[in-house]
Nanobody, 128 residues
Framework: QVQLVESGGGLVQAGDSLRLSCVVS????????MGWFRQAPGKEREFVAA????????YYSDSVKGRFTISRANAKNTVSLQMNSLKPEDTAVYYC?????????????????????WGQGTQVTVSS
């Protein structure tokens, strides 16, 4: 059984920063990519960022590029999302997800169904 557990969400003001973390436990996989998605009230879940197994390749949605940074520490089975210059429109439940495939170059996944395992989510609320 694979578990993904997110943490680090909270209530902040516009312009503040937050760091989300996701710990993967359970079954061991050889190499896998990780992603972050978010879902705002009344909206569909959307892609935020993804990272390859080595961490060398990262991918971002246009809405967060330059403000968010995804990273991972494989020795700790952890992936993080550093969120800076937060805006009220960043308010959402943030989910981490595991993709059993690895990414390289321009190849990566950004659709929900392309990910194999999901966490339960952590709420991020940004007030204006």
């Amino acid at each position: 059984q694979v578990q993904l557990v997110e943490s680090g969400g909270g209530l902040v003001q516009a312009g503040d920063s937050l760091r989300l973390s996701c710990v993967v436990s359970g079954r061991a996989f050889s190499r896998y990519a990780m992603g972050w998605f978010r879902q705002a009230p009344g909206k569909e879940r959307e892609f935020v960022a993804a990272i390859s197994w080595s961490g060398a390749m990262t991918y971002y949605s246009d809405s967060v590029k330059g403000r968010f940074t995804i990273s991972r520490a494989n020795a700790k089975n952890t992936v993080s999302l550093q969120m800076n210059s937060l805006k009220p429109e960043d308010t959402a439940v943030y989910y981490c997800a595991l993709d059993l495939r690895d990414y390289s170059g321009t190849y990566y996944h950004y659709r929900e169904y392309e990910y194999d395992y999901w966490g339960q989510g952590t709420q991020v609320t940004v007030s204006s």
